[in-house]
């Protein structure tokens, strides 16, 4: 039987996307790709993408009659499937704690609430139409939950992040949402200290924290937040060093809003 690569369902401009698909550029996996529009058409909530991912999430990594539903999960295959290009493969046990508790860390940390508050403050229109998509989602989920689409708590748990969302959204001021989000992406990034111990965070192989932190980075960049959250300039030269390597670029990192793909949905 001739080998089949994996199948990666993401969105081009999903924040965990990127997450997926640099930990998989980084390990040479090649992998099939397919690409949702998550916006306009909202494929994550149709029935044939419930049955591959329940959540309703990209990235979703389908390998034979396995689906990784997390960028985390994804992120632990690549490493699993390539160990020696990773520096967890020699870790000892206190170097594997850290990384473990910087990835748990970055988990945590509600990349959607920085990134839309700080597109929301340049962009007053988005203070609007963001809340209303959301209402929209809800909508849609509660007419598939009426008319008893499949895995039903599947889709009531999706509705209530949704409306979990939309009360974030609406709720607070703007200015104090991301006062406290700012303060939460300062603690982030301290954590993982002033500079790389080598070209990546460890040494001279990347790792599971070192993917979370280019991405994250990245997105910082990508919202102009890098001054704000005070960045230590060894983090900024790593960005830009990781920038110029063939694996980023073909990872779709996004380092700068692209509006044009963000309408065409690709």
């Known amino acids: 039987m001739a080998h089949r690569n994996p199948t990666l369902y993401h ?64 992120v632990q295959y690549a490493i699993g499937s390539r160990p020696e290009q990773w520096f967890e493969s020699a870790a000892s046990f206190e170097q594997q704690a850290h990384i473990t508790d910087l990835v748990h860390l970055h988990e945590s940390f509600e990349v ?48 209530a992040l949704n409306q979990s969302r939309l009360e974030y959204f609406t709720g607070a001021p703007l200015g104090v949402r991301q006062s406290e989000q700012l303060n939460l992406a300062q603690a982030l990034v301290n954590a993982f200290g002033e500079a790389p111990a080598g070209q990546w965070l460890c040494g001279d192989k990347p790792s599971h924290a070192d993917v979370v932190l280019a991405v994250f980075l990245a997105r910082l960049k990508m ?44």
């Open 223 to 266: 919202v102009g937040l890098l001054d704000q959250v005070q960045v230590p300039r060894a983090w900024v030269d790593y960005l830009e060093q990781k920038t110029q390597t063939s694996a980023f670029r073909d990872a779709d990192i996004w380092v700068k809003l692209q509006p044009l793909r963000l309408l065409s949905h690709r």
């Open 112 to 159: 959607e609430r920085l990134s839309f508050n700080a597109f929301m403050q340049k962009l007053p229109p988005l203070r609007l139409l963001f809340p209303r998509l959301l209402r929209k989602i809800c909508k849609q989920l509660s007419e598939q939950i009426e008319q008893g689409a499949p895995d039903l708590d599947a889709l009531k748990a999706k509705l």
């Open 11 to 74: 969105a081009a401009s999903s924040y965990y996307s990127m997450v997926a698909r640099y930990a998989l550029m980084l390990s040479g996996i090649e992998y099939q790709s397919h690409l949702l529009d998550i916006h306009k058409k909202r494929e994550q909530l149709k029935d044939w993408y419930v049955v591959i991912n329940p959540a309703m999430t990209v990235p979703a990594l389908q390998v034979g009659d396995q689906v990784l539903g997390s960028s985390t999960e994804i």
